[in-house]
């Protein structure tokens, strides 16, 4: 019983963190959100902003699901040290990006930021991979999102 109790707790602390951190950062930038980014030229294809809160949310409960996949499995320490070490690097890298871009106002920081992010949820999802192709699948979908992201930063980078 104390085993299921430990792995609750760990889905709970997994998932609160990764939500945890994208409410923070939202909060912490949302000063830029305001006539910055309004006035600023933007794609056609920029999505509406109603799109973003949904899709982060379901996308940081994926990755906190993923995280706690790693965190609790059987694997040895030194390994899972690794896993979540670079999980650690790639969350930090997403909690600031929306500082850059937002409070901050700087695309171009944003993009250096945001091109680092996806190097390292790549090696999140191959590192993963290596003890749960499951934890790894999970991360599909930030990988495409943030993808699509950096392509978007880029754009508004260049259109400003």
């Known amino acids: 019983m104390q085993n299921n109790l430990s792995s609750t707790a760990k889905l709970i602390i997994s998932i609160t963190l990764c939500l945890g951190g994208g409410i923070a950062s939202g909060f912490f930038s949302q000063s830029g959100l305001g006539t910055w980014y309004m006035s600023i030229n933007k794609p056609s294809w920029n999505p509406p902003a109603y799109l973003f ?39 930090f890298l997403n909690f600031i990006w929306s500082l850059l871009f937002f409070k901050f106002e700087s695309p171009a920081w944003a993009l250096v930021d945001i091109l680092m992010m996806v190097v390292t949820i790549i090696t999140t999802i191959f590192i993963f991979a290596e003890s749960s192709k499951k934890a790894a699948w999970l991360l599909v979908p930030y990988i495409c999102w943030v993808s699509f992201a950096t392509i978007l930063n880029y754009t508004i980078w260049s259109l400003n």
């Open 53 to 91: 809160g949904p899709v982060w949310t379901t996308l940081y409960i994926l990755m906190g699901i993923a995280l706690w996949t790693i965190w609790k499995s059987e694997t040895p320490e030194a390994y899972k040290k690794k896993a979540l070490t670079i999980f650690g690097i790639q969350l």
